[in-house]
């Protein structure tokens, strides 16, 4: 199993990147995926998820920014986030469980900064 997170970057307050996540050794069609962020100092928490009939679910710091997305024909996972804020800074994961086991992407660094 291989998640591969990509487009992280840096972006001034106020505008967007578009993450994703490509996925390979999972019956990815079937899976919730999620991504989770984890900013300096602070603990990994759960930003968005999405289920195998493409059921979102975000949190509230980035409901209404940030869209879940994915793509089961090519196996990846999207985050488009809008609107980004300073506090928007981190490592963000994506993760999936899969047979009982959960799986990480290597992370992709977002920096929200003038």
């Known amino acids: 199993v291989q998640l591969q997170a990509y487009g992280g970057g840096l972006v001034q307050p106020g505008g967007s990147l578009r993450l994703s996540c490509a996925a390979s050794?999972?019956?990815?069609?079937?899976?919730?995926l999620s991504w989770y962020r984890q900013a300096p100092g602070k603990e990994r928490e759960l930003v968005a998820s999405i289920t195998a009939a493409g059921r979102p679910n975000y949190a509230d710091s980035v409901e209404g920014r940030f869209t879940i997305s994915r793509d089961n024909s090519k196996n990846i996972l999207y985050l488009q986030m809008n609107t980004l804020e300073p506090e928007d800074t981190a490592v963000y994961y994506c993760?999936?469980?899969?047979?009982?086991?959960?799986?990480w992407g290597q992370g992709t660094l977002v920096t929200v900064s003038s």
């Open positions: 050794g999972i019956n990815f069609r079937l899976r919730v």
């Open positions: 993760y999936t469980l899969d047979r009982g086991s959960g799986y």
